[in-house]
């Protein structure tokens, strides 16, 4: 009977450390995975950014054509 007994607290034993490491496994798998959601965002927020900033140029690069055509017209007026 005693040796029942040990075998069941072993066993409960066993049991026990088996679940708290899944558990601790989990949060730590958790803790990564929202940390690397994180650095997703921000690459995400970096890529939006540099879209806008590539149409503000190319906006800015239309407005520096469209001068320059306002100046040659000028200058051959003038000439």
Do not use: F, P
Not at 9 to 18: M, P, T, W
Not at 45 to 62: A, D, P
């Amino acid at each position: 009977m005693e040796a029942i007994i040990v075998a069941l607290i072993g066993l409960a034993g066993s049991a026990a450390g088996s679940i708290l490491g899944v558990l601790a496994s989990a949060r730590l798998t958790n803790y990564r995975l929202e940390q690397l959601e994180k650095k997703v965002q921000a690459h995400n927020n970096l890529i939006e950014r540099m879209y806008q900033v590539e149409e503000r140029t190319e906006l800015q690069e239309e407005k520096i054509k469209v001068a320059n055509h306002r100046i040659e017209d000028l200058e051959a007026k003038v000439g």
